[in-house]
């Protein structure tokens, strides 16, 4: 098709700007902004509109700048580099109070954005490719694409991480287990890099020497295998223990574990999290947490009252109980499988509130029980304003309110979004009113 002019009108959620056709259908246009007259050219379909190619910026926004990073905007890592940092923010607000609008909460009060800095996300999924010559691809898929981008930076992970990509690069080319594709999922533990290695090949013997060459020259203290498709993993090799401090207590977290992406995200998760619980609570006061992972809300929360933990992931359910033991024992740790087994609203009668930090998909198997439960007060972590609206829509049709909300930029330079939202029943007289 032939580029046409447009004038971008908004911007889409996920990142796109969006302008209209001769007939007023939307088109999306990665990498620009709202205002801006640009020329592109339509392409296939997306959804009830079509994606186009930005071919020339003919009036920028004054909201544009430079993309600090070289690898923008072909790595699918970062979608908004060329965004201004104030109205970046801002836009992030807005997502949040307009899912909570769709959801019925129209006048949700909304802080402002808690934004992450460059240089301190601690966790990366690496893609790995090994070309015909035997060289290795190491880096994040291209936006839109399954091809791997060879980062020889990243301007959003923590430099330690970073400094991992050409050793890495060099073990993997000596590797037999690595013949193909795989990937390298990095966490960045109180004791260090932690690896995950998932490859197309079984390691052996020489592999798992060099293996070990590597975590003691790169000061990694534990790698762990596991094939691509997933299943149980293996440590190849560990030169001392793993730890990370949650809330202030030693956590040993199993390979590839889920951690919050920056320390700042996590801070300011857990701030909004103890701000929006009940304010009046004792030393016998009872909350409910679920999707509690290692523990990340669980021991900050026991700060405040007795917690009930549940999580489905054996895994980390063996690490956060093994740590709440050495803590002192305000947190149980109960797995459950909350997707299968959602927890019945009689077993909520008790608590004094309830937090729950749930999956990308959300927690629709468990709303309804939270809906019609005994609780005074739901504190929802979120990482998906769809699921959130969704969410959250049930338990505006039963009478809560929006206590308070604040949305969260953890993964800098995305488009995703993180939001914690405390919910609290309505008072009968304002109902009744």
Request: proline share 8%.
């Amino acid at each position: 098709m032939n580029a046409v002019s447009l004038t971008i009108e908004s911007l889409g959620a996920g990142g796109d700007g969006i302008a209209r056709d001769a007939e007023g259908r939307p088109l999306f246009v990665p990498g620009t902004l709202p205002g801006e007259a640009v020329r592109a050219t339509p392409g296939g379909r997306r959804g009830e509109g079509s994606l186009a190619t930005l071919d020339e910026v003919l009036a920028p926004s004054p909201d544009r700048v430079a993309p600090p990073c070289p690898h923008f905007p072909a790595c699918g890592g970062c979608a908004m580099q060329h965004f201004a940092a104030a109205p970046y923010a801002a836009w992030k607000r807005a997502r949040l109070g307009e899912a909570l609008a769709r959801a019925g909460f129209e006048d949700a009060p909304v802080a402002e954005t808690r934004v992450t800095p460059p240089a301190t996300r601690r966790r990366a999924d690496l893609a790995l490719r090994r070309r015909a010559d035997g060289s290795v691809v190491l880096g994040f898929h291209e936006a839109g694409g399954a091809a791997v981008v060879d980062l020889a930076t990243c301007l959003v992970l923590d430099p330690a991480l970073v400094a991992l990509f050409e050793p890495l690069r060099a073990l993997l080319r000596g590797l037999q287990a690595f013949r193909r594709e795989g990937s390298a999922v990095l966490n960045l533990l109180d004791t260090g890099p932690d690896l995950l290695l998932r490859l197309d090949g079984t390691p052996g013997t020489a592999d798992r020497a060099s293996l070990a060459a590597f975590a003691g020259a790169q000061g990694v203290p534990r790698i762990a295998g596991a094939s691509p498709k997933g299943g149980a993993t293996e440590t190849l090799a560990q030169l001392g223990p793993v730890s990370i401090a949650l809330g202030g207590v030693p956590v040993a977290p199993p390979p590839g574990a889920f951690l919050q992406a920056t320390p700042q995200g996590e801070t300011a998760i857990v701030e909004a999290v103890l701000n929006g619980l009940p304010k009046k609570l004792t030393a016998k006061t009872r909350i409910a947490e679920l999707h509690a992972g290692l523990g990340t809300l669980s021991f900050p929360l026991a700060t405040r009252a007795r917690v009930t933990a549940y999580e489905g992931s054996a895994d980390a359910v063996a690490a956060l109980d093994a740590a709440a033991r050495k803590a002192g024992g305000r947190v149980a740790a109960v797995r459950r499988d909350l997707a299968r087994q959602p927890l019945m609203a009689r077993e909520l009668d008790g608590f004094a509130a309830l937090v729950l930090d749930p999956p990308y998909a959300g927690a629709a198997d468990q709303m309804p029980a939270l809906a019609r439960s005994s609780l005074q007060r739901i504190v929802y972590v979120s990482c998906n304003p769809a699921a959130l609206t969704r969410d959250a829509r049930l338990l505006h049709a039963t009478g809560w309110r929006v206590a308070q909300a604040t949305p969260i930029d953890q993964f800098l330079w995305s488009t995703q979004l993180e939001a914690v939202v405390a919910f609290e029943r309505e008072r009968r007289e304002a109902r009744a009113s």
